[in-house]
């Protein structure tokens, strides 16, 4: 039988061990430059609004990431989470958002902790480590959808063996190759990846103005590197 001296000892060394994680979180974040730091904040706020399971946050933020690097609904993080009507959480009418939006460096939460971590690795992991191809850009949680129809945009689509995911195919579903009108550039036309740090936008379609003219619009294929890991 263990004395107590020896149960004081493993209680004071799980609090160090759980003292020093978010220490180590912190400082990764210190070393990031202010504006990737602002990025992994929405990327964590992000995951940590979909899950609370390890695995699953970070499949859900390669999503985040892939649409990032392919300019779907936007070209960085802040903009891809708070792109209108694709993450539920930061939605105006929803009851979560401003407590989400609150969390930052300052939350002392295990769960915030988890969501940085996962956030920190995803950001910095070189592509090779990528779960899935750079078109996966859409999932949804068929336990949270109980009650209501499926997404329009995964009616008569295959999702992902969920198998070779490893995740639950009754908690999240991913989907490859969607809306692929939305990422324009010559990498992304016969479904391969654009390089590493780079990210398409669509090319501006042609206006009428009221006098007549027909405005130009910007050439298309123009890529804008970005400030990535």
């Given at each position: 039988?263990r004395?107590p001296?020896c149960?004081l000892?493993?209680?004071?060394?799980?609090?160090a061990?759980?003292?020093?994680q978010?220490?180590?979180?912190?400082?990764?974040?210190?070393?990031?430059?202010?504006?990737?730091r602002?990025e992994?904040?929405?990327?964590?706020?992000?995951?940590?609004s979909?899950?609370?399971r390890?695995d699953?946050?970070?499949?859900?933020a390669w999503?985040?990431r892939?649409?990032?690097?392919?300019g779907?609904r936007?070209t960085?993080?802040r903009?891809?989470?708070?792109?209108?009507?694709q993450?539920?959480?930061f939605?105006?009418?929803?009851r979560?958002r401003?407590?989400?939006l609150r969390?930052?460096?300052g939350?002392?939460?295990?769960?915030?902790?988890?969501?940085?971590?996962?956030a920190?690795?995803?950001y910095?992991?070189?592509?090779?480590q990528r779960?899935?191809?750079?078109?996966?850009r859409?999932f949804?949680?068929p336990v949270?959808?109980?009650?209501r129809?499926?997404p329009?945009?995964?009616?008569?689509?295959?999702?992902?063996?969920?198998?070779?995911?490893?995740?639950d195919?009754?908690?999240?579903?991913?989907?490859?190759?969607?809306?692929e009108?939305?990422?324009?550039?010559?990498?992304?036309?016969?479904?391969?990846?654009?390089?590493?740090?780079?990210v398409y936008?669509?090319?501006?379609?042609?206006?009428?103005?009221?006098?007549?003219?027909?405005k130009?619009?910007?050439r298309?294929?123009i890529a804008?590197?970005l400030?990535t890991?």
């Open positions: 039988m004395s001296f149960f000892l493993l209680a004071f060394g799980l609090a061990t759980a003292a020093a978010p220490a180590d979180i912190q400082a990764r974040l210190d070393r990031l430059a202010p504006m990737q602002d992994v904040l929405w990327l964590a706020r992000c995951v940590y979909e899950s609370n390890e699953e946050q970070r499949l859900v999503v985040v892939n649409r990032v690097e392919t779907f936007g960085s993080y903009e891809v989470v708070l792109s209108p009507s993450f539920s959480a939605n105006p009418d929803s979560h401003q407590r989400i969390l930052g460096p939350t002392r939460t295990k769960a915030w902790y988890q969501a940085l971590r996962v920190l690795d995803v910095r992991a070189p592509g090779s779960p899935f191809a750079r078109t996966v859409h949804y949680s949270s959808m109980r009650g129809r499926q329009h945009w995964a009616v008569g689509e295959t999702p992902l063996p969920s198998a070779r995911l490893g995740v195919p009754h908690r999240f579903l991913f989907f490859e190759g969607l809306d009108g939305m990422a324009s550039g010559p990498a992304l036309a016969n479904g391969e990846a654009p390089p590493e740090g780079m936008r669509r090319p501006r379609l042609r206006t009428r103005s009221l006098s007549g003219r027909v130009r619009p910007v298309p294929g804008r590197r400030r890991p």
